[in-house]
């Protein structure tokens, strides 16, 4: 696609639930980042991958956090009996070669009620 | 570890005026830098990025930076702030080599006014 694209984009779930936010990045970039965007609180590294592995899982915030990246493409976090401070919009981004210039999508807003 | 800090966490300008946001970053050893742009209901964007060549890098919309060794600051100015300007602005950071990626700031909000 022309950009790196997420879904949802809003995503209202209750305390307890799972829940699943999808990446589709730029076709041919073989990095995917994954960033958490709070009030305040600038953007926390989750997690990145180079192809299918995921070098550094250190940002994942608990166990509660997992993602998975398949064909060296679409990704996805899974976050398991949510909490409300889980609530933040959630930021996936591509770039073409390992910390190469970013091309970030919209975002996924998660509210945890 | 690398870090930046972003002194500010909302900077306010007037139209015309000189914008300043301020970066100062924390490394062992000259690392890539960046500043990232983010307007109202859009996603991040690259606005520019120094790499180790010229100290002065210039980017979109009229942006610029200037990386100084001895202060460990990477600045970005404006000469002349315009009202499409106002936006979250990031400062990031990541080694030249190895594997960890962006660390970014918390953040500076511009608000510009007319």
Partial sequence: GAGVSQSPSNKVTEKGKDVELRCDPISGHTALYWYRQSLGQGLEFLIYFQGNSAPDKSGLPSDRFSAERTGGSVSTLTIQRTQQEDSAVYLCASSRQYNEKLFFGSGTQLSVL | ?114
């Fill in chain 2, 1 to 114: 570890a690398q870090s930046v800090t972003q002194l500010g966490s909302h900077v306010s300008v007037s139209e015309g005026a000189l914008v300043l946001l301020r970066c100062n970053y924390s490394s062992s050893v000259p690392p890539y830098l960046f500043w990232y742009v983010q307007y109202p209901n859009q996603g991040l964007q690259l606005l520019l990025k120094y790499t180790s060549a010229a100290t002065l890098v210039k980017g979109i919309n009229g942006f610029e930076a200037e990386f100084k060794k001895s202060e460990t600051s990477f600045h970005l100015t404006k000469p002349s702030a315009h009202m499409s300007d106002a936006a979250e602005y990031f400062c990031a950071v990541s080694p030249v080599s190895g594997n960890t990626p962006l660390v970014f700031g918390k953040g500076t909000r511009l608000s510009v006014i007319a």
